[in-house]
């Protein structure tokens, strides 16, 4: 890019894959990365419904089903923190995009940025949709440009065919418990969700 430009790249991927963190270190090391984050419950439905309608995922596969499949898989992991054993062994279905379950575990992300030193600023969803400006005016300020008004547009909302079971939602939020725990001390923060 042009010297004095500031450019970008949006992918959530760079995370998830192995040693993406460590590749950006390597190659752009004063890169300033935005991390999204957000309810991992939430966030885990909807990635979900995402590849079902991709068809990454079998039409008659339930999210039910399918947390009962991923957890089963997480239990043969030898090592929570390692992404590139869960990336290399938890393929199911050609989906190499990662599982709705797994990517909510935003603590192992943060302490890889943590640990590469990179600089990162965390941003949750919900502190968007409550104050859209303040948040963008953070953003604005942490990759080095002035303010400037931004329309509020929103996009990329799914319309799923079932709703979330309570009783499911309760499991999944016990499965997060202790890692938006470890989240909330990384970042000495308190979370939203």
């Known amino acids: 890019k042009k010297s004095g430009k500031i450019t970008g790249d949006a992918s959530h991927l760079h995370t998830w894959m192995p040693y993406g963190l460590e590749r950006i270190k390597k190659h752009f090391r004063k890169a300033k990365i935005l991390v999204i984050m957000r309810n991992p419950v939430d966030r885990a439905f909807s990635h979900f419904n995402m590849d079902k309608k991709i068809g990454y995922i079998?039409?008659?596969?339930?999210?039910?089903?399918?947390v009962d499949v991923e957890?089963?898989?997480?239990?043969?992991?030898?090592a929570e923190a390692s992404m590139e054993e869960v990336y290399a062994n938890m393929k199911l279905f050609g989906n190499k995009y990662g599982w709705p379950i797994s990517r909510g575990l935003?603590?192992?992300?943060?302490?890889r940025l943590i640990d590469l030193e990179l600089d990162f600023l965390p941003i949750f969803t919900d502190d968007l949709q409550l104050g859209f400006d303040s948040e963008m005016n953070r953003?604005?300020?942490?990759?080095g440009l002035k303010p400037i008004e931004i329309k509020r547009k929103q996009s990329n909302r799914?319309?799923?065919?079932?709703?979330l079971d309570a009783d499911l939602r309760q499991k999944l939020e016990a499965f997060y418990k202790a890692p938006n725990e470890r989240l909330a001390q990384l970042l000495s923060k308190k979370l939203p969700w």
């Open 71 to 78: 957890m089963q898989m997480r239990s043969g992991l030898k």
């Open 106 to 111: 935003y603590h192992i992300y943060i302490q």
């Open 58 to 66: 079998p039409e008659s596969m339930t999210f039910e089903r399918f």
């Open 139 to 143: 953003v604005f300020e942490f990759i």
């Open 158 to 163: 799914g319309v799923y065919d079932d709703d």
